[in-house]
C-alpha cells in the first residue's frame, strides 16, 4: 500500500512495527483536520502487520454516551484468553463490558486488565492496537487505553491513535508521541488528483482547485469524483473549499440526486450506531413500510454512490454527519422511533431507551424512568459518563422543577466520580435556579466545590463549607461528609482562597450536629478523624491528641473498602502530626496495597505519597523517589495538576542538598502568592527550605525560613520545624528564640508521646542547654524508630558539641556516625557538615563509593526491591500497573546494572 506525500509518516510506522517484532513498545497518536489521511495511515500499518494480532477500533458519535463500547471493540478479538487474567481484573473487564453483575469497577484496574491482557496476547504474537476518530470514542474506552499506551514499554505492542486535532480527546491522549499531519505538497496533491481520474485534466484548472484544498487527501478525492462525474472543472474564484462544511454540501448534493427511499435509508443508518443491516431493514419496514427487498436495492445505490460501503456502513464519518445534520428534528424524531421499535427492548434496553428519548418531543416521564434505569446499568459497568448522559437526557425529559434539578445533580456527581469536571459544571449550569430546595441547592454547592478542588480553581473550601453548614441541619451524615471534603481539600489544595481558612472548617464541625462524635457513642473512622483535625485546628494540639491517636487507630484497623480509605489522607496526615512514623508506614503500606489489589488510582496517589514521606523520613531516599514518581505518574494518569503534583518531592531534593531543584519547588509550592499559614504542599516547601539550609550550614537563611512557619503555626506539619528552628537559633547564638521554639515543642512533643517526638525533645534541650544526658537520652529515644535522618542528626548535633568542648576522640566517633549514615542514604549536604566536622577533629572521612543502586531509574528500583522481596514478575506487574513483559525487561537491566545473576543475589545487594 503506497500513500502519496507519506513518506516520513510510513517509515515511522514501519519502524513501530519493525520494534514490536523485537518485543519493544510503542505508541502514536495520528492528529490532523478531518480528511487529512489518519485513518489512511492507520490502514496503511494495518496491512503492513500481516505478522502481527491487529485489534481495531473507532469511536462512533452516536455512540460517544456508551461506556466501555469502543474499548469493548478493541478486545473482542482477545476477550478469549480473559479467563488467564488475575481474578480482580478478570472481574472488572467482564463488569465493565455487562458480562458480569458485580460492583462497579474501578477504571483504572479495567486499564490494567486491557494491558494484561494485550500482554498476554503479545507474548504469543506482537500485537497492533489501532484506535481511529479517538474525537468520537466514549471516555471511558478512551481514558482506559490512553492509560494503557503510557505504559507501554517492552510488551510487543503497537497503539496507534487518530484523532481530530481540534478536539478535546487530544488532552487525554498528551504526552504521548504525535504525529501531526498536514496537507499534501501541491505536486503530490497534483498526482493524487490526476490518479483518482480516468481522464487528462487541465493542469492550470487542476492546480487552482487543489490549492483550494489545502492539500486535504479526501477534498482531493472528492474533487476527482466530481470531475469524473463530468461536474464543472472551473475554479471558485474565491470561495476556498471549507474542508468539513464544504465536503458535506457536496455528500448532500450527492444525497439529494438520490430516490427519496434511498434517503430515508442513508438517514435510518446515520441515525444507528450499530451499522447493522438487519435492524436498518426492521426500522424502514416500521418507517417506510419498505421490504427487505426494496431496502437491499436502496443499499446498493448508496453503496454505488460511494456514500456506504459494507452493507450499512458510512464510507466517511463527514458522510454521516452531513445526513444526519441536515434532516428536520421531526423528521430524526420519526427516525429513532423506528429504531425504537425495532431494537429489542430487554437485550438491549439502554440503546432501546435512548432511541426513544431521541424521539421524544417535550417531556415524557416514562421515558425519563427508562433512562434512569440505563443510568443505574451504566454505573454498575463503571461506565460513569454514560450514567450521566442517560441522567443528563432523562433531565432534559423532565418538567422544570426539583425532579430535574435532582436528575442533572445526579449527573453531576457521576461527571466527577468518571473524573470529568468540566462535564459536571455543564451540567450545574443547567440548574433551575431559585427553586428553593436547601438540600439540592446544598447538594449543587458541594459538588461544585468538589469540581473546583478537581480543577485546582480557589473558592472550593468555601463552597463545600457553606453545603456542609446547610446539610448538617438537613441530613447529618451528608453534612459530615461533606465537612470531611471541606477539611480534606483545606489541607490539600495549592491555594484555599482569600477569606477562607482550615480552622473555619473546623469550628464549623465542632459547631454542627453529630458532625464530631461526643461519647460514650462510638463513632465511625470518618467522625473520629474529623473530630481530631477540628480539635487539632480549633482548640490545641494537646486537647487534640487523644482525638488524633483514636482516628489514627480507628483508620487502621477498618476495613479498607469503606470510610478508612476514602479519608485515609486525614490520617496519614495526623500520624505526622503526632510524630507516629509507624502508624504513618502501617497505613501507606496498607492502603496502597489494598489500591493496587482494587485499582483505584486516587487512593493509591495518596498511598504512593504516605510511602514516599515514610521511606524519606526513614533515611531511604531512593525508595522514596522511587514512590514520588509513582505519585506523580498516577497524578498525570489521573488528570490532577502537574505544576504541583510535579513540585510534591521537594523535601527529598532539600534532605539531598540539591539546592537548584528544592528553591524551584520551593517557588513553585511556597512563592510569593502563597498563602498564611498555607496547605499541607506549603509546609512541605517551607520546611524542605529549612532542611536545605541547615545541611549546608546556612544558619542564618534557615532561622529565617523556619521563622515564617513559627509565625504562622501552621495546623498540620507545623511541628515539623520547631527542632529545626531551635537547631539554627542555637548556632546564630539567638538563645530567646531558641527557647521560643524549644517551649512549643515540649508542649507538643510530651502530649505526643511518641519516641519520635521525645526523642527530637530530648535533643533541642540538649543543644539549649548542652547537657550531655540529654543527647544521650535522644540516641536511646530514636534508636527505637526507624528515623535513620534523625538518628544522624543526633549523631552530628552531638559531635558538634562534643568537638567545641574539645573532646576530640568522642567527637570523632559521633561524626563518624554521622558521616556513615549521611552518606550511605545519599544526604550529600549533610554528609559534607558531618565530613567537615569530622576533619576539624583531625579524622578524614573514608571517601564512599557511590551505590550502584542509585544508578537504576525509579521505575527499575520499584522492581528490584519487590523482586528481592520474592514478589513474583506477574504481582509485581499488577501492583506497578505494567505488563509482565516490561517487568521481564526492567529486571534485566537491572540484574546488568547491579552484576547479579539471580534473584538470591539481588536481595543480597538491595539488602545492602
Known amino acids: 500500500m503506497v500513500l502519496r506525500g507519506r513518506k516520513a509518516e510510513t517509515a515511522e510506522l514501519d519502524d513501530l512495527l519493525t520494534r514490536a517484532r523485537t518485543g519493544l513498545s510503542g505508541t502514536v497518536v495520528i492528529s490532523g483536520p478531518a480528511g487529512i489521511g489518519k485513518s489512511a495511515l492507520l490502514d496503511y500499518a494495518t496491512t503492513s502487520a500481516t505478522d502481527l494480532q491487529v485489534g481495531r477500533t473507532a469511536g462512533i458519535e452516536a455512540e460517544q454516551e456508551l461506556g466501555f463500547a469502543a474499548l469493548h471493540r478493541l478486545l473482542r ?10 481474578g480482580p481484573q478478570r ?3 467482564e463488569t465493565a463490558f455487562g458480562l458480569l453483575h458485580a460492583a462497579p469497577p474501578d477504571r483504572f484496574l479495567v486499564g490494567l486488565a486491557t494491558l494484561t491482557l494485550l500482554a498476554e496476547a503479545a507474548a504469543t504474537k506482537p500485537v497492533l492496537a489501532v484506535c481511529d476518530d479517538a474525537q468520537w470514542m466514549d471516555r471511558e474506552s478512551l481514558e482506559v487505553l490512553a492509560f494503557v499506551a503510557r505504559r507501554l514499554h517492552a510488551d510487543a505492542i503497537v497503539m496507534l491513535f487518530g484523532v481530530r486535532d481540534d478536539d478535546t480527546a487530544l488532552d487525554s491522549l498528551t504526552g504521548l508521541p504525535e504525529l501531526r499531519l498536514s496537507g499534501l505538497p501541491g505536486d503530490e496533491a497534483l498526482a493524487l488528483l490526476q490518479a483518482s481520474v480516468d481522464t487528462e485534466v487541465d493542469r492550470v484548472i487542476a492546480a487552482q482547485r487543489v490549492a483550494e484544498t489545502d492539500g486535504n487527501p479526501l477534498a482531493i478525492l472528492e474533487l476527482g469524483r ?18 468539513d462544511g464544504r465536503l458535506k454540501e457536496r455528500f448532500l448534493r450527492q444525497v439529494v440526486g438520490l430516490d427519496t427511499l434511498t434517503q430515508q435509508v442513508l438517514l435510518v443508518a446515520a441515525a444507528d450506531a450499530t451499522s447493522d443491516p438487519v435492524l ?3 426500522a424502514m419496514a416500521r418507517l417506510a413500510s419498505a421490504s427487505p427487498a426494496e431496502v437491499g436495492t436502496a443499499l446498493e445505490r448508496a453503496e454505488d454512490a460511494e456514500l456506504l460501503t459494507d452493507g450499512a456502513r458510512f464510507r466517511h464519518p463527514l458522510i454521516r454527519s452531513a445526513v444526519y445534520g441536515a434532516a428536520t428534528s421531526s ?10 421499535e425495532a431494537t429489542d427492548p430487554v437485550g438491549d434496553a439502554d440503546r432501546h431507551a435512548w432511541h426513544l428519548a431521541a424521539a421524544a418531543d417535550g417531556p415524557d416521564e416514562e421515558v425519563a424512568t427508562r433512562l434512569e434505569a440505563g443510568a443505574d446499568r451504566a454505573r454498575e459497568r463503571g461506565g460513569h459518563l454514560a450514567q450521566a448522559a442517560f441522567l443528563r437526557r432523562a433531565a432534559e425529559l423532565t418538567r422544570p422543577g426539583p425532579q430535574r434539578n435532582g436528575r442533572l445533580l445526579a449527573a453531576c456527581g457521576a461527571a466527577l466520580t468518571a473524573g470529568a469536571p468540566h462535564r459536571a459544571e455543564e451540567l450545574l449550569d443547567l440548574l433551575t435556579p431559585d427553586l428553593g430546595v436547601p438540600f439540592l441547592d446544598a447538594l449543587a454547592m458541594r459538588l461544585r466545590g468538589f469540581l473546583n478542588v478537581m480543577l485546582g480553581r480557589p473558592g472550593a473550601v468555601t463552597l463545600l463549607l457553606q453545603a456542609a453548614q446547610t446539610l448538617s441541619e438537613l441530613d447529618p451524615r451528608a453534612g459530615q461528609e461533606t465537612l470531611l471534603e471541606a477539611m480534606d481539600a483545606a489541607i490539600v489544595v495549592a491555594r484555599i482562597g482569600p477569606g477562607m481558612s482550615a480552622k473555619q472548617v473546623a469550628q464549623a464541625a465542632l459547631a454542627a450536629p453529630r458532625a464530631v462524635p461526643a461519647e460514650p457513642r462510638e463513632p465511625g473512622v470518618g467522625g473520629l478523624l474529623l473530630a481530631g483535625h477540628a480539635t487539632l485546628i480549633s482548640v490545641g494540639y494537646a486537647q487534640a491528641v487523644p482525638l488524633m491517636r483514636r482516628g489514627v487507630n480507628a483508620m487502621l484497623a477498618a476495613d479498607e473498602h469503606g470510610d478508612a480509605s476514602r479519608w485515609f489522607l486525614l490520617g496519614a496526615v495526623l500520624a505526622l502530626d503526632l510524630w507516629d512514623i509507624d502508624a504513618l508506614g502501617a497505613g501507606a503500606h496498607r492502603f496502597s496495597t489494598a489500591a493496587r489489589r482494587q485499582g483505584a488510582l486516587r487512593m493509591l496517589q495518596a498511598g504512593a505519597h504516605g510511602s514516599a514521606t515514610h521511606a524519606l523520613l526513614c533515611g531511604r531516599l531512593a525508595a522514596a523517589e522511587a514512590h514520588f514518581a509513582e505519585f506523580m505518574d498516577i497524578a498525570a494518569a489521573i488528570g490532577a495538576d502537574l505544576r504541583f503534583a510535579g513540585t510534591s518531592d521537594v523535601l527529598l531534593h532539600a534532605w539531598r542538598g540539591d539546592r537548584e531543584r528544592t528553591l524551584a519547588a520551593v517557588a513553585v509550592q511556597a512563592g510569593p502568592e502563597s498563602e498564611q499559614p498555607g496547605g499541607l504542599q506549603v509546609q512541605f516547601a517551607r520546611t524542605a527550605l529549612v532542611v536545605l539550609e541547615l545541611g549546608h550550614r546556612r544558619y542564618a537563611q534557615a532561622q529565617a525560613a ?10 498540620h506539619y507545623g511541628g515539623a520545624v520547631l527542632p529545626d528552628l531551635v537547631e539554627a537559633a542555637v548556632r546564630n547564638d539567638d538563645l530567646a528564640t531558641a527557647q521560643r521554639a524549644l517551649q512549643r ?7 505526643s508521646g511518641t519516641a519520635w517526638a521525645l526523642g527530637l525533645l530530648a535533643r533541642s534541650r540538649a543543644l539549649v542547654t548542652g547537657d550531655d544526658q540529654l543527647y544521650l537520652r535522644a540516641h536511646e529515644l530514636l534508636a527505637a524508630t526507624p528515623l535513620a535522618p534523625e538518628r544522624a542528626r543526633t549523631h552530628l548535633l552531638y559531635g558538634e558539641w562534643l568537638r567545641r568542648r574539645h573532646r576530640r576522640s568522642e567527637a570523632r566517633q559521633q561524626l563518624r556516625a554521622a558521616y556513615e549514615l549521611f552518606a550511605g542514604m545519599g544526604a550529600t549536604a549533610f554528609a559534607e557538615r558531618a565530613r567537615i566536622e569530622l576533619a576539624a577533629t583531625g579524622e578524614h572521612a573514608r571517601t564512599r563509593d557511590p551505590s550502584t543502586v542509585r544508578a537504576l531509574t525509579p521505575q527499575e528500583l520499584r522492581v528490584a526491591q519487590l523482586a528481592a522481596a520474592g514478589v513474583t514478575n506477574q504481582e509485581i506487574a499488577a501492583e506497578l500497573f505494567i505488563s509482565a513483559s516490561t517487568v521481564e525487561y526492567h529486571l534485566r ?3 546488568r546494572k547491579l552484576d547479579v545473576t539471580s534473584r538470591r543475589q539481588l536481595k543480597d545487594v538491595m539488602d545492602a
Open 745 to 751: 515543642l515540649s508542649e507538643r512533643a510530651e502530649a
Open 280 to 282: 436498518l431493514r426492521q
Open 77 to 86: 478479538p482477545f476477550l478469549g484468553r480473559r479467563g488467564r487474567l488475575p
Open 226 to 243: 466530481s470531475l469524473a462525474r463530468g461536474e464543472a472543472a472551473e475554479p471558485a474564484f474565491g470561495q476556498p473549499l471549507s474542508l
Open 893 to 895: 537491566k537491572v540484574f
Open 706 to 715: 523556619a521563622e515564617i512557619v513559627y509565625a504562622s503555626d501552621p495546623p
Open 331 to 340: 423528521r430524526r424524531r420519526q427516525v429513532h422511533a423506528a429504531l425504537a
Open 91 to 93: 472481574d472488572a473487564l
